[in-house]
């Protein structure tokens, strides 16, 4: 029993090693080999996926393009809607410079509620409008970055099954 739990040689009858059985793992051994099997099933599943979805790695190369101009085009319309949105706060500051606390004049009136809640809403809008931006650039370079190890995978199995065709 005390050494159970240790790696040890199975003997046939004559002595002769015929096996080994491992140690008893620990959770923490058990968890990471779970963890690694798991990983290794997902990377069989995703070469499988890509050796039955394309033909040749030009067509992932137009399915990247394809996707980087919806992108692109997404960040176009972000771009102008952002210009427009830039232009109407710069027209809010020349309206808001006629009332309190902008303007220096003795008479003037303090800044209606309207206005300010346009300037508060164009200056959020301007925010998010921008926050959305990166995240879009970002989503380019993720997707670049994931579009080119497809492709470099899709190639290494490409060129595994010509070498396996020709053994």
Request: hydrophobic share 35%; glycine share 2%.
């Amino acid at each position: 029993p005390e050494y159970s739990k240790q790696k040890r040689d199975v003997l046939n009858k004559q002595g002769v090693q015929v096996g080994t059985l491992d140690a008893e793992k620990s959770p923490a051994q058990v968890a990471e080999e779970l963890r690694q099997r798991e990983t290794l099933r997902q990377a069989r599943a995703r070469d499988d996926i890509l050796l039955r979805t394309y033909i040749s790695a030009e067509q992932i190369e137009q399915l990247r393009d394809q996707r980087l101009d919806l992108i692109e085009g997404q960040i176009k319309v972000t771009t102008q809607y952002l210009q427009s949105r830039r232009a109407k706060l710069v027209q809010l500051h020349v309206q808001s410079a006629f009332f309190l606390p902008y303007s220096t004049a003795p008479n003037a009136r303090p800044m209606p509620d309207q206005l300010a809640e346009d300037l508060v809403r164009t200056v959020n809008d301007i925010k998010l409008q921008e926050d959305n931006l990166r995240s879009k650039r970002a989503d380019q370079g993720t997707l670049r970055q994931q579009f080119h190890s497809d492709i470099e995978r899709f190639k290494e199995l490409k060129t595994a099954q010509a070498v396996t065709r020709t053994q």
